[in-house]
C-alpha cells in the first residue's frame, strides 16, 4: 500500500502568496555605454542619473550612480542586472540589486534598444529585486521577498515593487 504522505498533492499545501504594492521608481537614465559582443550577446550598461520614488512603503528619491547592466540576445531576451541606491524621505540609504529580464521580439527589443517608445504591453519585463537597509524602519525590507514589473520609456524606466506575503 502506498503511503499518502508521499504521494504529490492534488492541490498546494502552503499557503498561496499574495502580491502588495509597496512603491514605484522612476529612475532617469544616461545613454547606454555599448561594451560589444560576448557570449552570444549584446552588452552594455546604462548608467543611472537619478529618480523618484513613491507608495505606501516608500517615498524618496534614485541616487545617480548606479547602473543596470544588460546582455541582450538575437532573439529579443534581455538579461538584466541593475545595482543602484534609494534614499527614503528620512535619509535613510536602501540598495537595491535587481535582476531580472525583458522578453520581446527581436524587432521590438531593437526598438528599445534605440530608445524608441514601446507599447508596454509588447514585452515581458519583471524583476526579482533584493532590497538592503539599516536597522530602523525600513529593516523589513531585508526580510521581505519583492517582484517588480517595468516599463522602459525613452529616457527612463517605471519599475513597480510589490511585496510577497
Known amino acids: 500500500m502506498t503511503d499518502p504522505a508521499s504521494s504529490p498533492p492534488a492541490v498546494p499545501l502552503a499557503p ?4 502588495a504594492w509597496a512603491f514605484s521608481i522612476s529612475a532617469e537614465l544616461a545613454p547606454p555605454i555599448e561594451l560589444g559582443e560576448a557570449d552570444g550577446a549584446r552588452r552594455r550598461c546604462v548608467p ?6 513613491h507608495g505606501p512603503a516608500l517615498t524618496g528619491v534614485v541616487l545617480a550612480g548606479g547602473a543596470d547592466w544588460q546582455a541582450i540576445f538575437p532573439d529579443g531576451l534581455t ?10 524621505d528620512d535619509g535613510t540609504l536602501i540598495e537595491v540589486h ?3 529580464l525583458r522578453a520581446a521580439s527581436p524587432e521590438t527589443s531593437a526598438k528599445i534598444a534605440r530608445g524608441e517608445a514601446v507599447d508596454p504591453g509588447d514585452y515581458y519585463f519583471r524583476t526579482t529585486p533584493r532590497l538592503t537597509a539599516p536597522p530602523g524602519r525600513f529593516e523589513w525590507m531585508c526580510r521581505t521577498m519583492f517582484v517588480a514589473s517595468g516599463v522602459r520609456l525613452p529616457d527612463r524606466v517605471a519599475i513597480d515593487f510589490y511585496s510577497v506575503s
Open 79 to 88: 538579461r538584466i542586472e541593475a545595482r543602484y541606491l534609494l534614499r527614503a
Open 16 to 19: 498561496r502568496p499574495d502580491l
Open 48 to 53: 543611472i542619473t537619478g529618480g523618484s520614488v
Open 98 to 100: 535587481n535582476p531580472g
